[in-house]
């Protein structure tokens, strides 16, 4: 008898998620770069600088030192408490050591809470434009998105009114996250409070700030996080970041959050049997950049902002795009509003954003995300962690496809 294997089932849980735009955007911008094409991607969502030496020489020593085991479950004692004092000093938050956990990446902490607190039918307000991965996440966690859009006029930013109207007896969560990827917009403290209000006013909403690009904000926008803001919510706000962005170090996954300690210690269930501890080498470099010199942080935003300042410019040059000043992070959010229904020299027509996105890649070989890909359309999202000689080639190439359009 011949024996042939069953077709393949994914389960039902991971079954309703694809596979991101962004990542068919890269393989299409990969695929013509094979062909030997100039593809300038402007897809990534991480800093182009790399991890600094005095972090990689620590993990270099722990390596030599035989850190090479499994640590404490959720953390080294040495990372919780540098996180512990990075919270006090940078935050005003006062955490003790198990009110911290520290996981594999940021998406790992938030895969953690998710997984720990989501019944089916539980419901999480996303405001988008968002990380995609938030609404996957819950997805797998069985919870339900409730994807709230922002609007531009709003700041890209979540009103009070509308998560009021969002809240029902089913939600558990909101999820904010400050400066915000892919729109970089933040919350001020003035923006925070009226959504601080209506929480209040809610007590079985839980609150997960997702402060992952704390270091990367502009001129004089004063960071700060809700827990702070308001310390009566803080047993049920889940504070999350990571040295990922802040350290060019999304290579080496490491994450953390301070929270409610009966909180973190369900996520520790999840962690111990998922990924039993985060890595022992990257936690040694984790503690080097939390404890070393941040001097370099200050640097490489300012690099970043010279390259928003250039790229906002630039766009807002260009007849058809519209591109709102971000606060922080190291994305623009272009509005393409201007040049749906436009014609392309191919005779196809720009319907969507994501139409536009594919138009510039494929006739000026410029990879971009459209905004339907984080639930807002139709805008654009570019990532400036990339040179400034990219940057300016870029730009050109998109004011060029954007004049051949009639
Ligand atoms: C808003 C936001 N949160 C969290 C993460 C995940 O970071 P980590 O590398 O720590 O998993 C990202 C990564 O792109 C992000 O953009």
Redesign the pocket.
């Known amino acids: 008898m011949q024996d042939t294997a069953a077709p393949f089932h994914p389960a039902t849980r991971i079954s309703s998620i694809g596979v991101s735009t962004i990542l068919q955007i890269t393989g299409m911008a990969n695929a013509l770069k094979r062909q030997g094409r100039d593809v300038i991607v402007l897809g990534a ?1 991480e800093p182009d600088f790399d991890t600094p030496d005095h972090i990689k020489e620590a993990a270099i020593a722990a390596i030599r030192a035989g850190e090479t085991k499994y640590t404490a479950l959720d953390g080294t004692p040495q990372l919780k408490q540098a996180i512990r004092d990075k919270f006090r000093t940078d935050n005003g938050l006062d955490f003790a050591l198990d009110e911290i956990t520290v996981s594999t ?4 902490v938030l895969y953690n809470a998710m997984m720990a607190t989501l019944n089916p039918g539980d419901e999480v307000i996303i405001p988008t434009p968002y ?1 995609v991965s938030y609404s996957d996440i819950v997805e797998i966690a069985g919870g339900t998105p409730v994807l709230i859009p922002c609007a531009e006029a709003d700041g890209f930013r979540l009103t009070a009114a509308a998560l009021e109207a969002a809240i029902t007896p089913k939600t558990r969560w909101v999820m904010l ?1 400050s400066p915000s ?1 892919p729109s970089g917009a933040a919350y001020s403290a003035a923006d925070y409070r009226p959504l601080l209000d209506v929480l209040l006013r809610h007590r079985h909403v839980w609150l997960m700030v ?1 402060d ?2 704390e270091k990367i904000v502009y001129g004089d926008f004063a960071f700060v996080t809700p827990a702070a803001l308001e310390p009566t919510l803080r047993d049920r706000v889940l504070t999350v970041n ?1 040295v ?1 962005k802040a350290y060019a170090m ?1 290579g080496w ?1 490491i ?1 953390y959050a301070g929270g409610p300690r009966a909180l973190i210690q369900a996520m520790a269930v999840v962690q111990s049997q998922s990924t039993s501890c985060p890595s022992s080498v990257s936690q040694a470099a984790a503690l080097a950049a939390l404890t070393g010199t941040q001097g370099i942080v200050a640097e490489r935003c300012a690099d970043f902002q010279t390259r928003r300042d250039y790229v906002v410019g630039a766009l807002n040059a260009i007849p058809g795009l519209s591109c709102r000043m971000p606060e922080g992070a190291f994305y623009t959010f272009a509005s393409c509003a201007g040049v749906i229904g436009k014609t392309a020299p191919d005779g196809s027509v720009i319907a969507t954003d994501a139409d536009f996105a594919r138009y510039l890649l494929t006739a000026r070989d410029v990879a971009v995300v459209p905004g339907s890909a984080f639930g807002l359309a139709p805008y654009f999202r570019i990532s400036y962690a990339t040179s400034m000689a990219e940057l300016q080639r870029a730009c050109t190439r998109i004011a060029e496809a954007c004049a051949a359009l009639r």
């Open positions: 969502g990446g940021a998406k790992q990380w996250n990827n997702d992952m690009y990571g990922s999304t996954r994450g």
